[in-house]
């Protein structure tokens, strides 16, 4: 068993509307209005939009709210162009 969840148990919980800053930083468009869950979670679980893509997990570096979004530096983005990469991904836990 390999401790990670099946994509099947993850919850989406928003989309990464676009990269905040130079440093590597997503800004995530919330489902919720109260998105408690993505500003709490060690782990997010990012998946592309293409057909058969499988989530990818991030470990959480810092998640904040800024007007309305979740801006989040995740391990393993580190600037701009890997999280404008990102752009249109679904964000679950």
Do not use: C, F, N
């Amino acid at each position: 068993m390999s401790g990670h969840p099946s994509p099947s148990d993850l919850v989406d919980l928003g989309i990464v509307y676009d990269a905040q800053g130079l440093k590597g930083h997503i800004k995530v468009r919330p489902y919720s209005p109260d998105p408690v869950a993505l500003l709490a979670s060690k782990e997010a679980y990012l998946q592309g939009y293409e057909a058969g893509a499988k989530p990818t997990v991030y470990r959480v570096q810092s998640a904040k709210i800024h007007s309305g979004y979740v801006v989040m530096l995740l391990d393993g983005i580190g600037d701009r162009d890997a999280a404008l990469a990102l752009k249109s991904w679904a964000v679950s836990i």
